[in-house]
């Protein structure tokens, strides 16, 4: 009986080199069954890599909208900072070129703060003469006193000029009285003292 032709390796693509003789029915159906599977394993390798390469898409779009809105965001904030940067520039220039409303009341909230001042310090200006003025009156009014008192003081202390006639008629104790009224020296008798008296009289 002759030997029977061993079978050729396959290639990875599942398929030798040179063609497969099939003998019988069983190697046949082995042969097919080895086929589908390694068809069926393409396939599976196959779509793997088809679904990875979606995923990698999906994946670079993702990040690529990602940025995108980033970058959209990003120029939407930067816009509106600068627009408002220069709304607070313009207005600063309105406002200190007197344009604009709180300009007008800050200008008006000083004006009143600067009459109140100047009529607190008319009152206290009227206030300070008037309390002058009261101090002049109570110092005059002082002075008239103690020029009153001086002249009532002089009043009493006149003393009333004698003449001859009664100098001569006045005792030694009297004489000394209005010798030492007089300031003068009380020593002496009655004559002495009637003598000095009589000068210190006629010199008056």
Known sequence: MPSRPRNKKFSKSGRGNNRFHAVSAAEIEQRNQRLADLDEERAVRRQDSDEDEEEGDEEQKTENGASG???????????????????????????????TDEYKEDMERLEKVRKRREEVSARKLIE????????????DKL?????????????KNVIPKLDKITIKKMKPPVLKEALKERGLEIQGNGKALTARLLAYEESR
Do not use: M, N, P
């Open 128 to 139: 300070k003469a008037d309390e002058l003025e009261a101090e002049q009156e109570r110092l």
């Open 69 to 99: 809105e980033s970058k959209k965001v990003e120029t939407v904030e930067s816009r509106k900072e600068r627009q408002q940067r220069e709304k607070a520039e313009a207005y600063r220039k309105r406002h200190e070129a007197g344009l």
């Open 143 to 155: 002075k008239l006193l103690v020029k009153k008192e001086s002249g009532k003081k002089k009043s």
